[in-house]
């Protein structure tokens, strides 16, 4: 079965404790991406990449890092957590620019104390 | 740089009673348009997509949307809306050379007995 998978699905931090979230699909899709969403402002890119070892900044990137090292996997690093950070998030991919469609996963919410 | 617009932040509509969602984008030129929807505590599913063509697009779950160049919009629509319909929708528009996704603030339906 096709699927993004994230993990952890919930997770409560405190702030400054550095956290990973994982994002893993199973496609072959080049393009991977993070989006938070936040009530009233919808889904807004993290960062994305195209492929391996090519990275770069969304719309909102500061406070996070990614890496992609292998196809499949491009996990979300927050180094110093803080609170605007509580969030939702999505990892997604896709397999070509502009006209596919994008395979989200089922979300990371995350809570910073 | 693209946007999207979905004025309508929450809709109730009764079950059984016709659904349209407003969306209006921001583009340079036509992009691909896009609505997802998100049931509770899930990820986002695509319901239909547009990139060229007839400008009336067919989906799941009995969902339609419209293409209107003059009006820069892409109204979802559903003739009769189930209980199960109850969920956040977005919509998003991609640039035809780019991955990126840009999605509106989202519109939230409740559907009433």
């Known amino acids: 079965e096709a699927q993004v998978t994230q993990n952890p699905r919930y997770l409560i931090t405190v702030t400054g404790k550095k956290l990973t979230v994982t994002c893993s699909q199973n496609?072959?899709?080049?393009?991977m991406s993070w989006y938070r969403q936040d009530p009233g402002l919808g889904l807004r890119q993290i960062y994305y990449?195209?492929?391996?070892?090519?990275?770069d900044k969304g719309d909102v990137p500061e406070g996070y890092k990614v890496s992609r090292k292998e196809k499949r996997n491009f996990p979300l690093i927050l180094e110093s957590p803080s609170p605007n950070q509580t969030s939702l998030y999505f990892c997604?991919?896709?397999?070509?620019?502009?006209?596919?469609?994008?395979?989200f996963g089922q979300g990371t919410r995350l809570t910073v104390v | 740089a693209q946007s999207v617009t979905q004025p309508d932040i929450h809709i109730t509509v009764s079950e059984g009673a016709s659904l349209e969602l407003r969306c209006n984008y921001s583009?340079?030129?036509?992009?691909?348009l896009f609505w997802y929807v998100q049931s509770p505590g899930q990820g986002l599913q695509l319901l239909l997509k547009y990139f060229s063509g007839d400008t009336l697009v067919q989906g799941i779950k009995g969902f339609e949307a419209e293409f209107k160049r003059s009006q820069s919009s892409f109204n979802l629509r559903k003739p009769s809306v189930h209980w199960s319909d109850a969920a956040e929708y977005f919509c998003?528009?991609?640039?035809?050379?780019?991955?990126?996704?840009?999605f509106g603030a989202g519109t939230t339906v409740t559907v009433r007995a």
């Open positions: 583009y340079g030129a036509t992009p691909y």
């Open positions: 990449s195209m492929n391996v070892e090519v990275t």
């Open positions: 998003a528009v991609a640039d035809r050379n780019d991955y990126k996704l840009s």
């Open positions: 997604a991919s896709s397999s070509s620019t502009g006209g596919t469609e994008a395979f």
């Open positions: 496609m072959n899709h080049e393009y």
